[in-house]
């Protein structure tokens, strides 16, 4: 199982975060968020992947940032089409395309970007482009035919350990953390993370 911490760009909180262990280390590049980065931290990831969060953001930012920040994945968060996708693709980024989900309908979404993306991630759908803090209902992906692999978002906790571990579907990839972990906004809480990842281990 991928584990991806989102919303980082404290130096020091990313160096701790990154000794634990996770895979992808997302930075969001969205003047709307407070976990907003402008300018590179004094340390970046060195051994977990970044992923650069965008919200219909300009093709000429993303590859701007994506080069200056070296990111291994461009995570789109907005109404981005699949024309944008390719345009992005054929410039060699890989990309994850978010979708907000509340009903089974809201999957049907996922159609068009079949093929384009190297991961889903499915959020809980909000007026806000993501953390939100909520989690949505699950079950719902079971709906969900696609095959590309999705990563789970959407307001998972410290608490939410088993129910993660007793989820499964034949393309759940991995699950993304960010504002239930946090002691600040962009500032995560390290301990919690700590006993949530070793939790999903056992």
């Known amino acids: ?19 634990l262990g996770i895979d ?10 407070s976990r907003y980065v402008n300018t590179p931290p004094a340390y970046l990831s060195q051994k977990v992947k970044r992923v650069g ?6 093709t000429e ?13 461009v995570q789109l968060h907005g109404t981005e089409s699949p024309e944008y996708c390719v345009s992005l693709r054929d410039k060699g980024l ?6 907000p989900v509340s009903v089974p309908a809201d999957l049907k979404a996922t159609e068009k970007y079949e ?25 719902i992906l079971s709906h969900y035919q696609g095959r590309t692999p999705f990563l789970l978002s959407g307001g998972i906790s410290p608490e939410n350990a088993e129910e993660v571990k007793a989820f499964h579907h034949e393309y759940f990839a991995g699950i993304d953390l960010n504002s239930r972990f946090e002691k600040a906004p962009g500032i995560k809480d390290v301990d919690k993370l700590n006993r949530f990842i070793n939790e999903l281990r056992k």
Request: with cysteine; glycine share 8%.
């Open 61 to 73: 930012m993303v590859l701007i940032r994506s080069n200056l920040f070296s990111l291994n994945f």
């Open 53 to 58: 969060v965008f919200v219909n953001e300009k």
């Open 1 to 19: 199982m991928l584990i991806k911490v989102c919303g980082m760009r404290d130096a020091d909180n990313i160096r701790e975060v990154e000794k």
């Open 24 to 33: 992808l280390m997302g930075l969001i590049f969205y003047p709307g968020s």
């Open 94 to 99: 890989n990309l994850i395309k978010a979708f």
């Open 115 to 139: 093929g384009l993306c190297s991961y889903f991630l499915f959020d809980t759908k909000s007026e806000n482009h993501g953390g939100s803090g909520k989690q949505f209902d699950w079950s």
